[in-house]
């Protein structure tokens, strides 16, 4: 689907697909909060544009997320702020994640 492009309803999806109601909701809420697709009350979803704000926003507050549970375990090991920082700049150079 292109950037704009309206979505089907839930009630359709669902019919089409042969799934719950219930379920497609879901589907399109955390679709919504990952920032894939904006919802505007009267007109449906849509689909997002994919350098907007929304997502970008998204994405750092999974980076966020992702850092506090990092850091929370290196509290747990005694993990010295030197060493993880230092991890973490061992992976940034590794190119692991790209």
Do not use: W
């Not at 589907?27 to 689909?47: H, N, P, R, T, W």
């Not at 090991?77 to 190119?95: D, I, R, T, V």
């Amino acid at each position: 689907m292109n950037e704009g492009e309206i979505l089907p309803s839930i009630r359709q999806l669902a019919s089409e697909l042969k799934i719950s109601v219930v379920t497609t909701t879901r589907a399109y809420s955390d679709l919504e909060q990952e920032g894939f697709i904006v919802s505007i009350q009267g007109k449906g979803c849509f689909v997002s544009p994919k350098d907007s704000e929304l997502v970008h926003e998204q994405l750092l507050r999974k980076i966020e997320e992702g850092f506090a549970v990092a850091i929370k375990a290196a509290k747990i090991a005694k993990l010295p702020h030197k060493e993880l920082l230092q991890m973490l700049k061992s992976m940034l150079e590794g190119n692991q994640y790209e």
